[in-house]
């Protein structure tokens, strides 16, 4: 038998809430990077394959740990991870303050990767803990709106302050340090939080995990499917910033500009999305976004202007959100409460996979191969993982409601 949640949680809208500014606040930092690691990287004399490997950096330390540190969860609880995924971020923050080289650069990317560790899988099993089944894509949806929401003022307080040094003719060096040291204070502000609002919410009496619940065949199946077409979409991000430039001439300020209608989405929508696989079920929210980020991949290599650059990036920014809140609630519909940590172990496992070989096959493909090529690649395999979705999955039962009875807004 499985019990609420310890009376220690202050409560689940307000634990939901705490979570949602800690997702906020640590996200400040980490959207720029994105944007700025490849050109940063390239002024400190990098190849196109060692910027592939600063993407696959960040995921080597949720590789290694995450297939074990789901079921510790499941055993000690969610809170502790939390607050040692948060204090990961904000000691990530300083080493990238001090980063001057190619080597400090991967440094920071290795502490980033162990926030990333122990920060996400503790915050989807807390959601899956405190959420209603009715619920949980609204939920899933509302951390995906905090850390895009954070990720967006962040990235536009950055480029602010990036485009103010470069007009008292500061070096790329020189700006990098003083904009991680800005950003190390919204981290702060996220741990406290963390360690304010965020209470123990693992059940007070559960199951061994080793005994309650072995890996499903589903669960399986969809680990597969998050491998594929995470490390694929992994591949194309590093390149992206590269191709564009070349292709457009335009500098990396035009190119945030582009992407801001997507940032839009990403921050207000995901949470609304999450209400359709609520009351859908989660299979067709999932591969529409799929499918739609599989158009908009092929598409790329064959934009005219910035413009038409802009609006892929909002019509993939659109499928992402309707498919990520369904793929991080499929997980807690398929593992149980018994196992939810054990579940998205495994589920954040083979993303971080993904995520550590895609950027190298990606700066491989785009050296030797074609420019294009990662983009095509991308767009196979997403195609693939929405046919696998629709014919291999099946909607765990009770899924679909008709009536969302989710709690209010955070």
Same mark, same amino acid.
């Given at each position: 038998?499985?019990?609420?949640?310890?009376?220690?949680?202050?409560?689940?809208?307000?634990?939901?809430?705490?979570?949602?500014?800690?997702? !906020?606040?640590?996200?400040?930092?980490?959207?720029? /990077?994105?944007?700025?690691?490849?050109?940063?990287?390239?002024?400190?004399?990098?190849?196109? /394959?060692?910027?592939g490997s600063f993407f696959t950096a960040v995921s080597l330390v949720p590789l290694l740990i995450r297939p074990f540190l789901g079921r510790v969860l499941d055993r000690w609880g969610r809170r502790p991870f939390l607050l040692l995924g948060l204090i990961g971020y904000a000691g990530a923050a300083i080493v990238f303050c001090l980063a001057d080289t190619v080597r400090l650069l991967t440094v920071g990317r290795l502490v980033q990767g162990l926030g990333q560790a122990f920060l996400w899988i503790s915050a989807y099993t807390i959601v899956a803990d405190l959420a209603r089944h009715s619920g949980r894509g609204v939920d899933f949806g509302r951390i995906s709106e905090a850390v895009n929401?954070?990720?967006?003022?962040?990235?536009?307080?950055?480029?602010?302050? /990036?485009?103010?040094?470069?007009?008292?003719?500061?070096?790329?060096?020189?700006? @990098?340090?003083?904009? !991680?040291?800005?950003?190390?204070?919204?981290?702060?502000?996220?741990?406290?939080?963390? @360690?304010?609002?965020?209470?123990?919410?693992?059940?007070?009496?559960?199951?061994?995990?080793?005994?309650?619940?072995?890996?499903?065949?589903?669960?399986?199946?969809?680990?597969?499917?998050?491998?594929?077409?995470?490390?694929?979409?992994?591949?194309?991000?590093?390149?992206?910033?590269?191709?564009?430039?070349?292709?457009?001439?335009?500098?990396?300020?035009?190119? %945030?500009?582009? #992407?801001?209608?997507?940032?839009?989405?990403?921050?207000?929508?995901?949470?609304?999305?999450?209400?359709?696989?609520?009351?859908?079920?989660?299979?067709?929210?999932?591969?529409?976004?799929?499918?739609?980020? %599989?158009?908009?991949?092929?598409?790329?290599?064959?934009?005219?202007?910035?413009?038409?650059? %802009?609006?892929?990036?909002?019509?993939?920014?659109?499928?992402?959100? %309707?498919?990520?809140?369904?793929?991080?609630?499929?997980?807690?519909?398929?593992?149980?409460?018994?196992?939810?940590?054990?579940?998205?172990?495994? #589920?954040?496992?083979?993303?971080?996979?993904?995520?550590?070989?895609?950027?190298?096959?990606?700066?491989?493909?785009?050296?030797?191969?074609?420019?294009?090529?990662?983009?095509?690649?991308?767009?196979?395999?997403?195609?693939?993982?929405?046919?696998?979705?629709?014919?291999?999955?099946?909607?765990?039962?009770?899924?679909?409601?008709?009536?969302?009875?989710?709690?209010?807004?955070?």
């Amino acid at each position: 038998m499985v019990s609420q949640p310890s009376p220690c949680v202050p409560g689940p809208r307000r634990t939901l809430a705490a979570l949602w500014r800690a997702a !906020f606040w640590v996200s400040f930092p980490f959207g720029i /990077l994105s944007f700025v690691l490849p050109i940063y990287g390239k002024e400190l004399g990098a190849s196109a /394959l060692q910027v592939g490997s600063f993407f696959t950096a960040v995921s080597l330390v949720p590789l290694l740990i995450r297939p074990f540190l789901g079921r510790v969860l499941d055993r000690w609880g969610r809170r502790p991870f939390l607050l040692l995924g948060l204090i990961g971020y904000a000691g990530a923050a300083i080493v990238f303050c001090l980063a001057d080289t190619v080597r400090l650069l991967t440094v920071g990317r290795l502490v980033q990767g162990l926030g990333q560790a122990f920060l996400w899988i503790s915050a989807y099993t807390i959601v899956a803990d405190l959420a209603r089944h009715s619920g949980r894509g609204v939920d899933f949806g509302r951390i995906s709106e905090a850390v895009n929401r954070g990720a967006l003022i962040g990235t536009s307080l950055g480029f602010g302050a /990036l485009f103010f040094m470069s007009d008292l003719d500061l070096d790329w060096r020189t700006m @990098w340090f003083w904009l !991680f040291a800005a950003y190390t204070i919204p981290v702060l502000l996220a741990l406290w939080a963390g @360690w304010r609002g965020v209470g123990e919410t693992k059940p007070e009496e559960i199951e061994d995990a080793e005994k309650s619940q072995s890996l499903s065949g589903q669960l399986a199946a969809l680990v597969v499917i998050v491998f594929a077409t995470g490390g694929s979409r992994a591949m194309v991000w590093p390149m992206l910033v590269f191709f564009l430039r070349d292709r457009l001439s335009t500098d990396v300020g035009v190119l %945030a500009l582009a #992407y801001l209608p997507a940032a839009l989405i990403g921050s207000f929508l995901p949470s609304r999305m999450g209400k359709a696989t609520d009351r859908l079920g989660r299979k067709r929210p999932l591969v529409a976004g799929l499918s739609v980020g %599989a158009l908009a991949s092929a598409l790329i290599p064959h934009m005219p202007g910035v413009i038409y650059l %802009a609006t892929l990036w909002a019509v993939e920014s659109l499928g992402n959100a %309707a498919s990520i809140p369904a793929e991080r609630a499929f997980v807690a519909d398929i593992a149980g409460a018994d196992a939810r940590g054990a579940g998205y172990g495994l #589920y954040t496992f083979a993303h971080f996979l993904g995520a550590a070989i895609g950027p190298v096959v990606g700066g491989w493909l785009y050296e030797n191969v074609g420019h294009a090529t990662p983009f095509y690649l991308n767009a196979a395999a997403l195609v693939v993982g929405a046919f696998l979705v629709w014919v291999v999955l099946r909607e765990p039962r009770g899924c679909v409601i008709g009536q969302m009875t989710a709690g209010s807004d955070i």
